[in-house]
């Protein structure tokens, strides 16, 4: 991994993106501490959403909008 300082991030970040995009990551420090890291991008999402597709996983269950119990009720208010 190539460690370079904030100056050099500054002037040769065309350089260091290209490094980046060949598989490189790149370790900008600051007085000689790591403070960042450039990594390639990596797109979150893999495919297509398909919606439905985790259909029958869950089911709402029927008391779903009905009032909670006391006692929990008292903690989600930060009663005891």
Do not use: C, W
Request: proline content about 9%.
């Amino acid at each position: 991994m190539k460690q370079v300082n904030v100056h050099e991030a500054k002037t040769q970040l065309s350089r260091l993106l290209e490094l980046v995009r060949r598989g490189e990551q790149v370790l900008i420090a600051k007085s000689g501490k790591p403070v960042a890291r450039l990594v390639p991008y990596e797109d979150p999402s893999p495919g297509a959403r398909v919606l439905g597709r985790d259909r029958g996983l869950f089911e709402v269950p029927d008391d779903f909008d009905e009032p909670l119990p006391d006692d929990v009720l008292r903690l989600f208010e930060g009663r005891r």
